[in-house]
């Protein structure tokens, strides 16, 4: 038995519908080309008052109407209902297609080889002409058609797809020809010229394959060789090669078309971006925002806001909607500026203090070392001024003026515990050593830190050594302390202050000294850091000796060249003049030794004053004195 078809119950007598029935408002809808499907087409052929006509005036006003329409909009209407569909299909409607494709710029002798609405699909319509699911914008000229690539083996032959068409470029050659005869089949039989006829697929011009061509033209046009006489051949594949000949005039015309109608929507959407991030910036700045858009940096982070950078133009709508989103926005960016600011007035502040150190040290006694800024920077009321005062107090050595009160005592406690730390260390191996011990030569230290290299310090230059951390390492300095170092031993690391350094007695080395004291005649207990600096002599490493060659060293080579544990002997005066003529020959060149170590530290002193430096800037200043 039938089911009952089901019937929609009305209220009766309500004051609202008096017993009529009350239909459903529709939902509305978010096309406008959607609307036209509830328009009578009487209303769109009436002109001024006067009835629809099948036939007449009336007709041209609407051809006139659909022709302000764009292609797009003109095939979105012809898939919405049948009325349409068949008033747009119609050869009535023929010229609305083609003034429509005119006012897009789009060839004419393209209609040769397609009718307009599938030229307005596919130069419109962005997706795939055979699932019509797949979105592709490249257009395949060759074929006149959109192929997506899952639709690509599809339309091409399989053995073509990978073997002829890679060894078939955009003109063939004799080794593709030679190649298809010998290794690939060729089943078509048409003259292999008539191949680039065909219509063909695009692929990546970067691969091998450049050209698809498609397995149904292919067999067609071998139905077409098949069923004529031999001497019939030639004048079919002139013909074929003419109509080729034309056809690509007019892939050439729609290539060209296609590249600038790209262009112009390119600049189109370049000049809506540009539109819209003026007039955001402007919005921005009536908000109080100037002072961040003066900076070019901060111009260029908020043009590539996914707000910013798309093609819509700015409305108050818009505005409305994003505003809250690029205040926050701007309110990062000011948080960013004031760092950067405050890091630079505090690096100038930091400069400033290296200044004023270097000033004071002249007045130091020669027993006592000046703490390098790094040191002093970290010790209060030092790091307050360089971090804590306001923006607008600006970078002045005037903003030490109440530390430098408190100055002569840090460096005098930051001396003395320096030193027992030295003294700490060398009695670990001497527990009978005093302070004036500290001044031997044979009291030689090594930074216990695996970034330092392994130089001895004496002392008091071991007091001010600056450890390195490993670029690798978790930076703890702040970012206004550019204590960046780039070394031959080292690499690239970075300085931490000399206060976080810990060091060791050099055993090795203070024996190698203790050798070096009895060759000269020296009391090692007795002899001082000073004098056996000065005298740095020249010995004989026999050990290093081989047939032929001999090797000669000072003492502080002897320290660092690994001849801790070798035989050392004196040289009489004829060969210390040669090896003396020959270091004074040396102009470029490494050479390890206490001095030349480590030139960049200020670790190095002048005789007469208190001047402290690297040894280049020490050289310099012995020069000018």
């Given amino acids: 038995m039938a089911k009952r078809r089901k019937v929609q119950q009305t209220k009766e007598g309500t ?13 509305r809808r978010g096309r406008s080309l959607h609307s036209m499907m509830d328009l009578p087409l009487d209303v769109i052929y009436e002109v001024g008052g006067a009835p629809f006509t099948r036939y007449g005036v009336a007709e041209l006003y609407l051809t006139q109407i659909l022709g302000h329409l764009k292609p797009y909009d003109l095939l979105r209407l012809s898939w919405t209902t049948k009325k349409l569909r068949q008033t747009l299909m119609s050869r009535s409607s023929l010229s609305v ?6 006012d897009a710029g789009v060839p004419r002798s393209l209609s040769k080889y397609m009718n307009e609405p599938a030229i307005a699909r596919l130069a419109f319509y962005p997706f795939c002409n055979f699932c019509n699911e797949s979105k592709v914008l490249k257009i395949s000229w060759g074929a006149f058609a959109r192929c997506c690539k899952r639709c690509q083996p599809n339309q091409c032959d399989p053995f073509l797809d990978n073997a002829l068409l890679c060894l078939m470029p955009k003109n063939l050659n004799s080794f593709a020809i030679s190649a ?56 079919l594949k002139a013909i074929q090669l003419k109509e080729h000949e034309e056809k690509e005039k007019v892939i050439s015309e729609c290539i060209e078309w296609d590249i600038n109608r790209a262009d112009d929507r390119e600049q189109e959407l370049n000049s809506n971006r540009e539109s819209r991030f003026n007039a955001i910036v402007s919005k921005l700045e009536n908000a109080g925002w100037g002072e961040e858009l003066a900076h070019e940096e901060f111009l260029t982070r908020l043009s590539q806001h996914k707000l910013v950078k798309q093609p819509k133009l700015l409305t108050e709508r818009i505005w409305k909607n994003i505003e809250a989103t690029l205040i926050e926005f701007m309110d990062e960016l000011r948080t960013i500026r004031i760092d950067k600011e405050r890091k630079k007035i505090s690096r100038e502040r930091f400069k400033l203090l290296d200044e004023l150190l270097r000033t004071a040290e002249v007045t130091l006694p020669s027993t006592m070392v000046m703490p390098l800024d790094i040191d002093v920077a970290f010790w209060e009321p030092f790091r307050s001024v360089i971090e804590d005062l306001p923006l607008e107090a600006g970078a002045d050595i005037s903003l030490y003026e109440e530390a430098t009160m408190v100055l002569p005592q840090f460096i005098e406690d930051w001396n003395r515990q320096r030193t027992e730390e030295s003294l700490r260390a060398l009695r670990e191996h001497r527990p009978d050593a005093t302070a004036e011990d500290l001044y031997t030569a044979t009291s030689l230290f090594r930074c216990k830190n ?47 202050p000399a206060t976080t350094c810990n060091f060791e007695y050099a055993s090795e080395a203070a024996n190698c000294t203790r050798d070096v004291c009895y060759l ?49 002997a004196t040289i009489n005066e004829e060969d210390s003049a040669i090896v003396t003529a020959e270091e004074s020959g040396v102009s470029t060149g490494y050479i390890p030794s206490l001095l030349n170590m480590r030139k960049g530290e200020r670790i190095h002193r002048c005789k007469h004053c208190n001047f402290r430096d690297g040894l280049k800037s020490v050289e310099d200043h012995l020069r000018e004195m």
């Avoid at 067609?220 to 031999?230: M, P, Q, R, V, Y």
């Avoid at 670029?471 to 690391?493: H, K, N």
Wanted: hydrophobic share 35%.
């Fill in 97 to 102: 297609w083609k003034t429509s494709l005119a």
């Fill in 15 to 27: 004051e609202e519908n008096h017993g009529l029935e009350v239909a459903k408002p529709k939902a």
């Fill in 180 to 235: 298809v005869d010998t290794v690939y089949r060729y089943d078509f039989v048409f003259p292999r010229e008539l191949w680039k006829t065909l219509p063909y697929l695009s692929d990546d011009p970067f691969q091998w394959v450049t050209r698809q061509y498609s397995e149904q033209a292919a067999q067609k046009l071998s139905d077409e060789f098949s069923a004529i006489e031999a001497t019939e051949v030639d004048e």
């Fill in 520 to 568: 000269y005649s020296l009391d090692p207990l007795t002899t001082s850091s000073r004098m056996i600096t000065e005298l740095n002599p020249i010995m004989e490493c026999k050990s290093c000796a081989t047939s032929g060659s001999r090797t000669f060293l000072r003492w502080a080579q002897a320290l660092v060249h690994g001849h801790v544990h070798h035989e050392l």
């Fill in 450 to 496: 695996q970034h330092c290299p392994s130089a001895i310090y004496l002392y008091p230059g071991i007091i001010s050594h600056h450890c390195h951390r490993s670029i690798f390492a978790t930076p703890s300095l702040p970012a206004w302390c550019d204590y960046e170092y780039f070394g031959i031993e080292t690499g690239l690391s970075f300085r931490e």
